[in-house]
C-alpha cells in the first residue's frame, strides 16, 4: 500500500525527515529517502508507502520464500523482496517492487541500494490504492525497461496475471495450464493461483518439493 506525496510543503516530515519541496530531484531522493523510508521516485513526484496488509504481506512472504527457495536451489540469481530499489531506464524512475528477481548473469547491476537497471522478473501483490500504479503505471513502465516477466497478483479479485516480453510485441500474457502459471525466467518453477486464496496458505516445503518434482 502506498500514499502518494505531492505536498510542496517544505516542512512536511515523514517518519522524523523533513522532506525537500516537491518535485524533487533524483539526487536529493537519494540524500533523502534511508533505510528507514520505503519510497519511490517518479519524474520529481515522490510516492511513500504505507502500512501493507496482513494479506498482502503473507503473500509477498510466501511467493518471496517460494522463489527463493528454487532459485537458491538452482543457482538461478538471487530473489529480493520489498525493501530493495529498481532504477528503471531509460528516466531512471526508481520503483520499489514487491518481488524482484536478478538472473545470475544480471547480478553485477546491483548496488548498494538499489539495482540499476531492469530486475529480470517483477512481482506487484495488489492494494486498493495501488490497482492503477499496478496494472497500468507499472506494466507500461516495467514493459519499457525491458523487465522480462512481470507478475500481478491481485488479492482483491483473486486473480494472478503473468506477462512475458516478447520483443517488438511488447507483455504478451502467460496463459494458466492446467492450473499452473509457469515462468520462462525461470525455467520449472511455476505458481498455482488456487495456492494463495486458501484461509490458510500451504507450507512452502510441500509446494517446492511439488514444483522440483515437477507435478
Not at 32 to 37: A, L, Q, R
Not at 75 to 91: A, N, T
Not at 116 to 145: C, F, N
Request: glycine fraction near 6%; proline fraction near 7%.
Amino acid at each position: 500500500m502506498s500514499i502518494a506525496s505531492h505536498s510542496n510543503d517544505p516542512f512536511a516530515v515523514i517518519d522524523g525527515k523533513t522532506m525537500p519541496s516537491l518535485p524533487m530531484t533524483e539526487d536529493e531522493f537519494v540524500a533523502w529517502c534511508d533505510e528507514d523510508i520505503k519510497a519511490e521516485w517518479v519524474d520529481g513526484r515522490v510516492i511513500v508507502m504505507a502500512a501493507a496488509s496482513l494479506i498482502h504481506v503473507e503473500l509477498t512472504d510466501f511467493l518471496s520464500r517460494l522463489m527463493g527457495a528454487f532459485v537458491e536451489s538452482r543457482s538461478l540469481g538471487k530473489v529480493l523482496s520489498s525493501e530493495f530499489q529498481v532504477r528503471l531506464p531509460p528516466d531512471g524512475r526508481r520503483r520499489v517492487p514487491d518481488l524482484l528477481f536478478v538472473a545470475k548473469n544480471h547480478l553485477k547491476n546491483l548496488q548498494v541500494l538499489h539495482l540499476e537497471g531492469a530486475p529480470d522478473l517483477a512481482v506487484e501483490i495488489v492494494s486498493p490504492d495501488t490497482i492503477e500504479r499496478d496494472w497500468r503505471e507499472k506494466y507500461r513502465e516495467y514493459q519499457t525497461a525491458g523487465v522480462r516477466e512481470y507478475w500481478i497478483v491481485d488479492p482483491l479479485k483473486r486473480h494472478v496475471a503473468a506477462f512475458a516480453l516478447a520483443g517488438p510485441r511488447g507483455y504478451q500474457p502467460i496463459q494458466e495450464v492446467r492450473g499452473k502459471i509457469a515462468s520462462g525466467v525461470l525455467p520449472g518453477f511455476y505458481v498455482k493461483p488456487q495456492w494463495l486464496w486458501r484461509d490458510e496458505l500451504p507450507k512452502i516445503q510441500l509446494v517446492l518439493r511439488e514444483i522440483l518434482r515437477g507435478r
